[in-house]
């Protein structure tokens, strides 16, 4: 019984690489934001699976008339809601390239390429973003498991026998605090919930007027909680927070980190990538002084998902953490070789540096930076829209290519204002024709407009604003 013929393969394959094409290139005749409503797909799919082989040209065919309406088109320039991640037509040739690979780099041997392309790849990207060479790199999935790796580091580095003992039934181990801004990612509890220490062993700093933790804040915390016989162990840095990208003061944050013996993480998944404008390195201050650094090319460098980049100065750590090897995955090259699955929770792996490869050389580092700052200027013109219509208000700083803003026609209470931007948003997403999302800025409905497809142009911001002056005037 074989497998699909090497000519039908061909056929269909040219089949595919044409529809893609097609699809990016005339992408915009979709509108940007899935329009079904729940249970709408699985009603179009047969309750069983057919009996014998179908053409793939059916399936083909099915894309359109069974899935296409319930896709929400992320490479849409209409999108332009939570960080906007677009895939590029290298990123995508090179997934093609991984899938006929089907390499699992769990081991140096099970194939070599994958490991040292890797290697080489966070080497690539460490001098792109400017850090020093004693920081390590790997690949994983997103930045929530970049993170909960992050924070499992931290953890081992208290040399509290977790790893043998664990945290349940022992008298011995005090209780452990995680410090995060309160604006932190939601994956930063995450991690503390897998990783045992619980949502109670997270403690949020409170911010200041531009969004950014508060250093005397923390210290505060910290010393509270050791006057309290809690052991501080851990605090998140944030570089480009989800609601409004604002960045913390690493520099501020790593000297009490350095002052009370903790890791700092930083997570710089989506705005890390703005190191590589040279405008743009203010970014990075206090980078070196961070046992961690998370960058997601997924989310603004036109990788297709999923792939995040965890930097450490202390694999060492990271390593005696998770590392743990069963007689058959022992190799007579151990002692000479990186085994990607030792610094880690899983054990397969898929492939996922051939995206930068492709794409760090299809576009070159000058080209990927350039394309970013583009995004970023076209940001703060729209900002400088916003400022300059008096119905409308920016709700925070706009340091890269997120604009948070609402409608404020004036005479409105806050409650009143609230359910306005609400239904103004709403409205928004009705139009078919950009897609926007929104957070609560010290309880102000806000919404957020995010810049950063490869396939933006100004006259997409452009149309943006129109659509969303036209719809705001309606809702009044």
Same mark, same amino acid.
């Given at each position: ?106 081991? &140096? ?14 080497? &690539? ?93 923390? $210290? ?42 903790? &890791? ?73 070789? $990186? ?125 943006? &604003? ?11």
């Amino acid at each position: 019984m074989p497998d699909m013929s090497p000519d039908e393969f061909t056929k269909n394959g040219h089949k595919l690489v044409d529809w893609i094409a097609d699809y990016l290139n005339n992408i915009e005749k979709y509108p940007p934001l899935a329009n079904v409503s729940p249970g709408d797909i699985l009603k179009r799919i047969p309750q069983t699976p057919p009996k014998n082989g179908e053409d793939i040209e059916k399936v083909l065919v099915d894309v359109d008339k069974l899935l296409i309406d319930g896709i929400t088109h992320w490479n849409h320039p209409g999108f332009m809601a939570y960080f906007n991640s677009t895939s590029s037509m290298p990123g995508i040739l090179a997934e093609l390239l991984s899938a006929a690979f089907n390499a699992n780099g769990m081991l &140096w041997k099970t194939s070599p390429a994958f490991t040292e392309l890797e290697k080489a790849m966070m080497n &690539w990207f460490r001098q792109m973003v400017g850090l020093p060479e004693n920081y390590w790199g790997i690949i994983y999935d997103t930045a929530s498991t970049s993170s909960m790796h992050a924070i499992a580091s931290a953890r081992e580095q208290l040399n509290l026998c977790i790893r043998e003992n664990g945290m349940t039934g022992r008298n011995d181990l005090p209780k452990l605090r995680l410090y995060c801004s309160e604006h932190a990612h939601s994956s930063i509890e995450k991690g503390a919930i897998t990783l045992g220490l619980g949502l109670n062993g997270v403690k949020k700093i409170p911010v200041d007027e531009n969004f950014r933790m508060i250093p005397e804040k923390l $210290e505060q915390a910290i010393k509270e909680d050791i006057s309290k016989n809690v052991k501080p162990f851990c605090v998140v840095a944030t570089v480009g927070t989800t609601s409004t990208t604002s960045v913390d003061s690493v520099e501020e944050l790593a000297a009490i980190c350095e002052k009370y013996d903790l &890791w700092l993480h930083i997570d710089a998944a989506y705005a890390g990538v703005t190191a590589m404008i040279p405008e743009m390195k203010w970014v990075t201050s206090g980078w070196d002084k961070a046992d961690s650094i998370v960058i997601n090319p997924h989310k603004w460098m036109f990788t297709p998902m999923d792939l995040s980049i965890y930097f450490t100065c202390k694999p060492d750590i990271l390593k005696r953490a998770f590392s743990l090897v069963p007689e058959y995955l022992k190799t007579q090259v151990d002692d000479e070789v $990186e085994n990607l699955m030792d610094y880690g929770i899983q054990l397969g792996r898929r492939f996922r540096s051939l995206k930068l490869w492709f794409i760090i050389r299809y576009f070159g580092v000058d080209g990927l930076a350039e394309r970013i700052k583009i995004h970023i200027t076209l940001a703060k013109e729209f900002a400088d829209w916003i400022n300059n219509e008096k119905d409308f208000e920016l709700l925070a700083p706009v340091p890269f290519s997120t604009v948070c803003f609402r409608y404020n026609p004036g005479g409105l209470s806050e409650e009143e204002l609230n359910q306005i931007n609400e239904k103004l948003l709403d409205e928004i997403n009705k139009s078919k024709t950009i897609f926007l999302s929104h957070t609560k800025l010290n309880g102000r409905f806000t919404i957020r407009l995010t810049i950063g497809s490869i396939r933006h142009e100004r006259r997409h911001i452009f149309q943006a &604003w129109e659509v969303i002056k036209t719809l705001a005037r309606s809702v009044s």
